[in-house]
């Protein structure tokens, strides 16, 4: 045996073992499965599931017959959905045309410029590829390339007149041409490149004639690769009709087993095969949707289960990770105080009623898997107590009745919630004081509840008995003095002589009143007093007695906590570190709110964290207390001056 026989030998058991291994992949890989054979096939695409619209889970589907034909009519009804074991109807189906990727990668040889009827082998694959691209139409979601020994001519076309074009300026030299696999090979490399279009088939129309050596040796590996990449190779061998399951042709037959493509042996005298025929079952595709009910974090299975004409076929399963966890409800800056008090009725013929009676509770729903979906109920819970269940949006704010509470007291709130897939979580609990205001008594009420009308009878009697006293020691003295008088009248040594004097008239000049300036008793106040100072007020604008706060300090702190403010001011609505006073360089007297629940109001309009400028006879609330600012030197306001009219004569 010569040595080139020993290596066709050789050279054909290497081609035997990859054949075999090759068949071991293509079995191995995922394919169709039916019920029965002649029903038709279904699988899932191999892409994962999508889930960022959890509960709504998206898939692709391809529906093929028992020919192998893609299916064009299947309708929702006809599929259902089987997610971890369990039937599940679909929401929508949709068909696609997500587009085929074409690419010719021609194996420039010799053996092409052989005439047949006239015409070279090549110029007819060149004819029959023009004639199939005229007649698709413009617009159409394919793309279209060319690869030859020389490297990429075309690279993704997307007019198919480009593609013409491209194909009648490709005119190789192909006496003097070098076959090789490097056309197959940048065409494979294209193929694997990334595209803007994920769903896009990719396609190899492979020309060539029979492989030397050197490509046998290398076909093997690109057809593994090309197979693991999920790319159809399609075989245009030009031989002739004497070679098919040849050492030499058999890896190109199984270059298009392995991919899912078709080997076609062209010997000049047949028809070349329409490539609508390789493309359309690869063509369309079905975009399904459905609600899950996954309730549990982890891997999931999907299949594909349909029934048509009474024959029922299921797909593969797909494995996919969902995370899946309970709804988060949270407190949005839940009050820590809620003062109720006594407020007449509007027409103030009806008796005081306590307010407010209800109050707003927002809640926050958070997803902490990523998925938002909609919710089932929230609910409101007071002391362990159900107060208030939403059951219809809005289900992130609650109406909480106060009617119960007529007396102060602390409670404990919590929020518990559900989803649509019946997943339930509650929040953490949190305290809200309810401050309840005395109700104010009038004074008959007042000396029928408490002991100080004893007390005050006891008082006005003893200060009666006392004028009675003082009344008649002042009786009997005015008597004695008259009786001395009278007594002093009839004695002739001790009886008065009138004597008259006249005095010289004056005219009687009248006393010019004294001015006192204000401006003076300003200046002389500023000087004992601080510059400015808060003036308490009550409900109906009146200054309150001993409730001023001198402001005499660069910096003056208001609230209800003394340790940690310098001015207390008692009252629920008023927080332990309410607001804030200072001065700025430029002596301007600032007013800013330190956080506080009921807030700092400034002629009514709220004041911010960094404060707002004072001027004199600011009205400000902290809460619901009251005060005027004023200045111990407040500047002048100029006066309006009125002038008569006179009408023209």
């Keep these: 045996m010569t040595s080139s026989s020993q290596r066709k030998l050789a050279m054909r058991g290497r081609f035997a073992l990859i054949f075999l291994v090759l068949c071991a992949i293509f079995l191995g890989l995922p394919s169709p499965v039916a019920a029965q054979e002649g029903q038709p096939g279904w699988r899932l695409l191999p892409s994962t599931p999508e889930t960022d619209q959890f509960p709504q889970i998206n898939f692709y589907l391809e529906a093929y017959d028992e020919a192998n034909t893609a299916i064009p009519d299947l309708a929702a009804g006809e599929v259902t959905v089987l997610e971890n074991g369990i039937d599940l109807p679909l929401d929508s189906l949709e068909r696609i045309e997500p587009g085929v990727q074409v690419i010719v ?241 509007e027409d103030k013929q009806g008796e005081a009623a306590l307010m407010p009676q209800v109050t707003s509770i927002p809640i926050l729903i958070e997803f902490p898997d990523g998925h938002p979906r909609p919710v089932r109920r929230t609910q409101l819970y007071v002391d362990g107590v159900l107060q208030v269940e939403n059951t219809q949006p809005p289900f992130d704010v609650f109406l909480w009745p106060l009617d119960e509470y007529t007396e102060s007291k602390r409670v404990m709130l919590q929020v518990r919630m559900e989803d649509n897939l019946g997943l339930q979580n509650a929040s953490i609990e949190t305290a809200v004081q309810i401050s309840v205001q005395p109700k104010e008594t009038g004074f008959v009420e007042r000396l029928m509840t408490r002991r100080w009308p004893i007390i005050l009878a006891v008082v006005l009697l003893t200060a009666l008995i006392l004028l009675s006293v003082l009344y008649l020691a002042r009786r009997r003295h005015s008597l004695k003095k008259k009786r001395e008088e009278r007594r002093a009248y009839r004695d002739p040594l001790t009886q008065p002589v009138p004597i008259r004097q006249v005095e010289p008239a004056q005219p009687r000049q009248q006393e010019k009143p004294v001015e006192i300036s204000r401006d003076k008793i300003s200046w002389a106040f500023s000087k004992l007093k601080a510059p400015a100072r808060l003036v308490r007020l009550d409900t109906d604008g009146k200054t309150v007695r001993g409730g001023t706060i001198p402001l005499d300090e660069e910096e003056v702190t208001f609230g209800r906590d003394a340790k940690r403010v310098i001015a207390v001011i ?62 111990s030197n407040p500047p002048k306001q100029d006066r309006l001056t009125v002038v008569p009219y006179e009408e023209e004569s």
């Design 105 to 345: 990668a021609t194996n420039i040889a010799p053996a092409l410029a052989n005439v047949v009827g006239g015409v070279t082998y090549f110029d007819r694959i060149r004819l029959a590829l023009r004639d199939w691209a005229a007649r698709q139409p413009a617009g159409t979601p394919d793309d279209f390339s060319i690869a030859s020994n020389s490297g990429l001519l075309a690279v993704r076309l997307q007019e198919p007149q480009q593609w013409i074009k491209a194909i009648e300026d490709f005119v190789p030299n192909l006496r003097e041409s070098q076959p090789s696999v490097i056309s197959f090979s940048q065409a494979l490399d294209l193929a694997t490149d990334s595209n803007e279009n994920q769903r896009m088939k990719r396609t190899i129309l492979y020309v060539t004639t029979v492989p030397e050596e050197a490509e046998q040796e290398a076909l093997p590996n690109l057809a593994e690769r090309a197979a693991q990449l999920g790319v159809r190779v399609y075989v245009w061998l030009v031989a002739a009709p004497g070679v098919v399951n040849t050492p030499e042709v058999q890896p190109l037959q199984q270059m298009a087993a392995v991919t899912g493509g078709q080997f076609f042996l062209f010997s000049g005298k047949e028809e070349l095969p329409d490539l609508d025929a390789y493309l359309n079952p690869i063509r369309y595709q079905y975009q399904a949707s459905y609600t899950s009910g996954v309730v549990q974090a982890g891997m999931q299975r999907l299949a594909v289960q349909t029934q048509r004409g009474g024959l029922v076929s299921t797909s593969a399963e797909q494995e996919f990770d969902l995370n899946v966890l309970p709804p988060n409800p949270i407190f949005l800056s839940p009050p820590v105080d809620i003062l109720r008090s006594w407020q007449e009725a």
């Design 570 to 631: 008692e009252s629920p609505s008023v927080s332990g570190l309410h607001a804030r006073f200072f001065r700025t360089p430029d002596g301007q007297y600032m007013l800013a709110d330190a956080g506080s629940v009921a807030g700092t109001w400034i002629n009514y309009v709220p004041a911010s964290l960094e404060g707002v400028s004072l001027q004199h006879g600011d009205l400000i609330h902290f809460g619901k207390i009251a005060f005027r600012f004023e200045l």
